[in-house]
């Protein structure tokens, strides 16, 4: 069996896609393959203080989540807690070193990354050891001054500073009335270093407030000296890693202690502790530069050279606050600084639950619209339905009142209603139509079964419709027949469309409109006999001429034939003259009996410039009489036209000896007539006729074509009505304009032949 070539391209094209598709979803499910199975990037996750601090779990958290966002890549954690800060000694730093190397020795990690307080000397030289060549991020709260060569090109990272100086700012503007500030710190290196950077930030201080600073006391001595203190008295809680005993101690806890147990607020300088009882404080965020640590890390395992990575040293704070606290202590929130954050404040009602309720508003909301809906709509239903009662009433009074025959059909044809008049005028009762085809009334077979009905009625250029209706017959019950009008109008309902038909009788039209185009032709007759008339002379002449010249030609035949011998030749010849001018005086009478002929209008097709040149044949003896010139400016190859040739002349006729009684008065050298032939427009051949007289006043324009109206002395002004009726019988136009110099034209247009003979 054949196959056409473009079934089987489509056939090969379809195979080819699901080739296409099948080969990409393996190479991707292959890359995917490929990037599960690569080995997994190690990160080594180490903090030189306690897994319990807070502040090392914040940074822990913020820096995981950061490093998740920015790579894709497969990432192995491992976590170590060095826990420098309480175990500062030598031989447990070579220990913990030892433990590392052995544990990471078979898998050392793609990256280090540090956390840290305090020192970041002895933590990165020991790293530096352990993992040279291996990427470290450090990031934590120091004192120390790093220089960018200190630990080589593999680290990098972002330390914090504490901003002393910024928290006595802040406890100055939040409690004004204070006039003692108690700084509480420890003895450990990593609190020595802390304590001095507040000490240096003491001193812009000295003559405002004074400040104490407990760093060698007890925990034992601390809670029995916060109890206290005096009024007007605030603490500033530095970090505080060993107390006065030496006891290893974890700072955040220190600081939730001391919230508990002071009898006036306390301050802090690490977000870590805003969840102790502290007022709050100009706080260094944990969350922030773990978070950017995270960032670093994932840069460096998406390919960034460690080394164009910078330290990012910084002292931004950010003022922090505790609810609870604020509310314990009496401080109004109009006393913190712009852009404060303000934590653990007791959510309202709304704030809690506000999803709920504005979920549950919108559920009351949408029923109660929705019951509004229906009430309304409801509403609407019941007017519409009134409303839809009474035009329906209306519909039928107005059907009923209708002057006409109504009756509505459907789609198919068959009666849905009829109006009273309907039943007068077919001699039915609405019982009898309703469910009836339409042809009962007005059956179409009828029109061709009758042809002297259709032609009388429909050939006639006259017999038009009224309005948009056709003409048609009608039959009654008794099966009479009689010319009506059907006018249809289609209506578009939800039951699909229906038609709307209005029947006029118009026996009574037809006849009087027979009898008006009988009359019309009966004048134009009478006008031609008339024109005939004012050609007298000129028929006259134009007769005498052949007449006299055939006299002269039959006595000198005689002579000829008189002679001895005859002149036989020249007998010949006389003769042929005597036949010519017989011939031109039959041609003279053959028009004069053509525009006195009285008959119907019979339209056939013509040819427009030979009916023109017709007409000038005619007049030319007159116009000679009247000193006219007439000129013929045809166009050729104009398309035959359909018309009465008789009527057609006539109309011609009447505007040229128009126009030469416009010229009468003027100089026998401007009497000019002109006529020409061109195109017209949708369907038509246009004539003009132009003379030089004097033209025709604005005002009487529109009124030229009306009966008896006249613009001559002694006219009747019949010529021009004339002329419109019979233009307009055959479907064309009449008009007429002033021209841009002397005179006016005369237009008017008949329909292109189409066929129709």
């Given at each position: 069996m054949?196959?056409?070539?473009?079934?089987?391209i489509?056939?090969?094209g379809?195979?080819?896609?699901?080739?296409?598709?099948?080969v990409v979803?393996?190479i991707a499910?292959?890359g995917?393959?490929?990037a599960?199975?690569?080995?997994?990037?190690?990160?080594?996750l180490?903090?030189?203080?306690s897994?319990?601090?807070?502040?090392?779990m914040?940074?822990?958290?913020?820096?995981?989540q950061?490093?998740?966002?920015?790579?894709?890549?497969r990432?192995?954690?491992?976590?170590?807690?060095?826990d420098?800060i309480r175990?500062?000694?030598?031989?447990?730093?070579?220990?913990?070193?030892?433990?590392?190397?052995?544990k990471?020795a078979?898998n050392?990690?793609?990256?280090?990354?540090?956390v840290?307080?305090?020192?970041l000397?002895v933590?990165?030289k020991w790293?530096?050891?352990?993992?040279?060549?291996t990427?470290?991020?450090?990031?934590?709260?120091?004192?120390?001054?790093?220089?960018?060569?200190?630990?080589?090109?593999?680290v990098?990272?972002v330390?914090?500073?504490?901003?002393?100086?910024a928290?006595?700012e802040?406890?100055?503007?939040?409690?004004?009335?204070?006039?003692?500030v108690v700084v509480?710190?420890?003895t450990?290196?990593?609190d020595?270093?802390f304590?001095?950077r507040v000490r240096?930030?003491?001193?812009?201080?000295?003559?405002?407030?004074?400040?104490?600073?407990?760093d060698y006391?007890?925990?034992?001595?601390?809670?029995r000296?916060?109890t206290?203190?005096?009024?007007?008295?605030?603490?500033l809680?530095a970090?505080?890693?060993?107390d006065?005993?030496?006891?290893a101690?974890v700072?955040?806890?220190?600081a939730?202690?001391?919230?508990?147990?002071?009898?006036?607020?306390?301050?802090?300088?690490?977000?870590?502790?805003?969840?102790?009882?502290?007022v709050?404080?100009?706080v260094?965020?944990?969350?922030a530069?773990?978070?950017?640590?995270g960032?670093?890390?994932g840069l460096?395992?998406?390919g960034?050279?460690?080394?164009?990575?910078?330290?990012?040293t910084s002292?931004?704070?950010?003022?922090?606050?505790?609810?609870?606290?604020?509310?314990?202590?009496?401080?109004?929130?109009?006393?913190?600084?712009?852009?404060?954050?303000?934590?653990f404040?007791?959510?309202?009602?709304?704030e809690e639950?506000?999803w709920?309720i504005?979920?549950?508003?919108l559920?009351?909301?949408?029923?109660?619209?929705?019951i509004?809906?229906?009430f309304?709509?409801?509403g609407?239903r019941?007017r519409?339905?009134?409303?839809?009662?009474?035009?329906?009433e209306r519909?039928?009074?107005?059907?009923?009142a209708?002057?006409?025959?109504?009756?509505m059909?459907?789609?198919q044809?068959?009666?849905?209603?009829?109006?009273?008049?309907?039943?007068?005028?077919?001699?039915?009762?609405?019982?009898?139509l309703?469910?009836?085809s339409?042809e009962?009334?007005?059956?179409?077979?009828?029109?061709?079964?009758h042809?002297?009905?259709r032609?009388?009625?429909?050939?006639?250029?006259?017999?038009r419709a009224?309005?948009?209706?056709?003409d048609l017959?009608?039959?009654?019950?008794?099966?009479?027949?009689?010319?009506?009008?059907?006018?249809?109008n289609?209506?578009?309902?939800?039951?699909?469309t229906?038609?709307?038909t209005?029947?006029?009788?118009?026996?009574?039209?037809?006849?009087?409109?027979?009898?008006?185009?009988?009359?019309?032709?009966?004048?134009?007759?009478?006008?031609?006999?008339?024109?005939v008339?004012?050609l007298?002379t000129?028929?006259?002449h134009e007769l005498?001429?052949?007449?006299?010249?055939?006299?002269?030609?039959?006595?000198?035949a005689?002579m000829?034939?008189?002679?001895?011998?005859?002149a036989l030749?020249?007998v010949?010849?006389i003769?042929?003259d005597?036949?010519?001018d017989?011939?031109?005086?039959?041609?003279v009478i053959?028009?004069?009996?053509?525009?006195?002929?009285?008959?119907?209008?019979?339209?056939?097709s013509?040819?427009i410039?030979?009916?023109?040149?017709?007409?000038?044949k005619l007049?030319?003896?007159d116009?000679?009489?009247?000193?006219?010139?007439l000129?013929?400016?045809?166009t050729m190859?104009?398309?035959?036209?359909?018309?009465d040739p008789?009527h057609?002349?006539q109309v011609v006729?009447?505007?040229?000896l128009?126009?030469?009684?416009?010229?009468?008065?003027?100089?026998?050298d401007?009497?000019?007539?002109?006529?020409?032939?061109?195109?017209?427009?949708?369907?038509?051949?246009?004539?003009?006729?132009?003379?030089?007289?004097?033209?025709i006043?604005?005002?009487?324009?529109?009124?030229?074509?009306?009966?008896?109206?006249?613009?001559?002395?002694?006219?009747?002004?019949m010529?021009?009505?004339?002329?419109?009726t019979i233009?307009?019988a055959?479907?064309?136009?009449?008009?007429?304009e002033?021209?841009?110099?002397?005179?006016?034209?005369?237009?008017?247009?008949?329909p292109?032949?189409?066929?129709?003979?």
């Open positions: 054949s196959r056409s070539y473009p079934g089987l489509r056939r090969f379809c195979w080819a896609i699901y080739v296409l598709c099948a979803c393996l499910i292959g995917a393959h490929a599960y199975f690569e080995r997994p990037k190690r990160v080594l180490i903090t030189t203080g897994r319990l601090a807070p502040g090392f914040l940074a822990d958290r913020e820096l995981l950061a490093l998740a966002k920015a790579t894709t890549a990432i192995e954690t491992y976590a170590e807690n060095l420098l175990f500062p000694s030598e031989r447990y730093g070579q220990i913990f070193s030892e433990y590392l190397s052995a990471y078979a050392p990690p793609d990256l280090v990354i540090l840290f307080v305090g020192s000397e933590p990165g790293l530096l050891k352990l993992f040279p060549n990427p470290i991020i450090v990031a934590g709260i120091t004192e120390e001054e790093f220089r960018p060569e200190q630990f080589g090109p593999f990098r990272g330390p914090h500073r504490l901003n002393p100086h928290n006595l802040l406890i100055l503007r939040v409690q004004p009335e204070v006039q003692r509480i710190g420890g450990a290196d990593v020595r270093r304590l001095k240096d930030a003491a001193q812009h201080f000295r003559d405002k407030i004074v400040i104490d600073f407990w006391l007890t925990m034992e001595e601390l809670h000296a916060v206290a203190l005096p009024r007007n008295t605030a603490i809680f970090p505080m890693y060993r006065g005993a030496g006891r101690l700072s955040s806890q220190v939730a202690s001391i919230g508990q147990w002071a009898n006036v607020p306390m301050y802090a300088m690490s977000d870590a502790d805003i969840g102790s009882d502290a709050g404080g100009s260094t965020s944990i969350a530069f773990g978070k950017r640590a960032e670093l890390a460096v395992l998406t960034t050279e460690v080394k164009s990575l910078p330290f990012e002292s931004d704070t950010v003022p922090t606050f505790n609810w609870p606290a604020l509310q314990r202590w009496g401080i109004p929130e109009s006393r913190l600084p712009p852009g404060s954050i303000v934590r404040r007791p959510q309202s009602l709304w639950y506000r709920y504005l979920a549950g508003l559920i009351i909301f949408i029923q109660s619209a929705m509004i809906g229906l309304l709509q409801r609407r019941r519409a339905e009134n409303d839809r009662k009474r035009a329906e519909f039928r009074l107005a059907v009923e209708s002057p006409n025959a109504i009756v059909v459907d789609g044809g068959k009666i849905l209603l009829v109006n009273a008049l309907t039943e007068k005028l077919f001699g039915y009762s609405r019982e009898e309703i469910g009836q339409v009962v009334l007005v059956p179409e077979r009828f029109r061709a079964g042809p002297a009905h032609a009388a009625f429909f050939a006639s250029p006259q017999a009224m309005g948009a209706g056709r017959f009608g039959r009654r019950k008794d099966g009479s027949e009689f010319l009506v009008e059907i006018g249809l289609p209506i578009q309902t939800s039951e699909g229906l038609v709307l209005a029947i006029v009788d118009i026996t009574e039209r037809k006849r009087m409109e027979l009898e008006l185009q009988r009359n019309r032709e009966a004048l134009a007759h009478v006008a031609r006999v008339a024109t008339g004012e007298t000129s028929v006259a005498n001429q052949p007449l006299g010249s055939i006299l002269s030609n039959a006595e000198a005689e000829f034939l008189t002679a001895d011998p005859p030749d020249e010949r010849d003769l042929a005597i036949r010519k017989d011939q031109r005086a039959s041609e053959r028009r004069m009996r053509s525009l006195l002929r009285k008959q119907e209008l019979a339209p056939k013509i040819e410039n030979e009916a023109v040149e017709e007409v000038l007049l030319t003896i116009a000679s009489a009247r000193k006219v010139a000129k013929f400016e045809r190859d104009l398309p035959r036209v359909w018309c008789v057609f002349q006729l009447n505007l040229i128009n126009g030469m009684e416009a010229m009468a008065g003027l100089p026998e401007k009497r000019q007539i002109v006529l020409r032939t061109g195109p017209g427009n949708n369907g038509t051949v246009k004539v003009a006729v132009a003379d030089a007289g004097h033209g006043p604005v005002d009487r324009l529109p009124k030229l074509f009306e009966p008896f109206f006249t613009t001559k002395k002694e006219g009747m002004g010529g021009l009505s004339i002329a419109r233009v307009e055959h479907h064309g136009q009449i008009w007429a002033n021209n841009s110099g002397a005179g006016a034209t005369f237009y008017f247009t008949v292109v032949d189409e066929g129709k003979g």
